[in-house]
């Protein structure tokens, strides 16, 4: 442990104990690195960068660089950038702060894994539990929430949301929100199923399980408006908090929800009729 000697750690950085600092690493004035972070050779922390305690950063990842942004103007940098514990952010990832036109903030969790080529833009809030499999991508003002996969080189747009326990498949296109234990695929990106092997290696039991698939039946797949089905939505699931959280999601959506592929995977259901 330690800092190599061919590693630049500027005036006013500040580093936990046991914190290792590889060769070639390039480390900023305002950076925070907690206790027993590990920086491989060749990773650049800059900006108002706060890491935790425990995590692993590999090659020639970038963290708190200039947001790409084209808001800002020349001589503008980014605000903050907060990283929780226990990370593990692999080779090439890229991950920037926030700005005064966002949240202002940048914010990743705890126990995350971001493999190569991920990229977590500006204003961007990724809860814990994550997983970025090589090249996902989240724009800047998304939101992805715990316990979310996400497939190699999933592209998630400006301001939509993945509720928590999604799993989204490789290659798709977000361009709206994702309710929580949802599976969904495709470009754009559609809702194929409830997230039941996830939703069973989380610990969920056969009942709640059936609830979500209940409640995701009665909001996508069955006759009536939208808000008629959300109605029949809430009477189902009263006073269960875990599928009220998925209507709750539903309901408090800006860029509007990612559209049912029109049957059920195995079931026969009836299509989606909206407002």
């Not at 709206?176 to 559609?190: E, H, I, K, N, T």
Request: net charge neutral; with cysteine; charged share 20%.
């Amino acid at each position: 442990m330690g800092t190599h000697s061919d590693a630049s750690v500027a005036a006013g950085a500040q580093l936990g104990e046991n914190v290792h600092i590889g060769q070639g690493c390039i480390i900023g004035p305002k950076v925070k690195i907690g206790a027993g972070s590990y920086l491989h050779p060749r990773v650049i922390v800059d900006g108002e960068t706060s890491i935790g305690t425990g995590c692993e950063i590999f090659p020639y990842a970038v963290l708190g660089t200039k947001p790409q942004d084209k808001k800002l103007k020349p001589g503008q940098c980014g605000g903050p950038l907060v990283i929780g514990d226990d990370n593990i952010i692999r080779e090439h990832v890229t991950i920037q702060g926030g700005t005064t036109f966002g949240a202002g903030i940048t914010q990743v969790g705890n126990h995350n894994m971001l493999l190569a080529g991920a990229h977590i833009g500006h204003d961007a809030s990724v809860g814990n539990h994550v997983v970025f499999t090589n090249s996902a991508m989240a724009a800047g003002h998304s939101i992805v929430e715990d316990h979310v996969i996400l497939g190699a080189m999933v592209g998630i747009h400006q301001f939509a949301r993945v509720g928590t326990w999604a799993m989204v498949g490789a290659g798709s296109m977000l361009s709206l929100d994702a309710p929580p234990f949802s599976l969904v695929q495709g470009d754009r990106a559609r809702l194929v199923a409830v997230n039941v092997i996830g939703m069973r290696r989380g610990g969920f039991s056969a009942d709640q399980r059936d609830v979500i698939k209940r409640v995701f039946r009665i909001l996508f797949w069955d006759q009536g408006l939208k808000n008629e089905r959300i109605v029949n939505a809430r009477r189902f699931a009263a006073g269960d908090e875990l599928a009220l959280s998925v209507i709750d999601f539903i309901e408090n959506t800006k860029r509007g929800v990612l559209a049912p592929r029109a049957r059920l995977r195995n079931r026969d259901e009836t299509p989606l009729l909206d407002n």
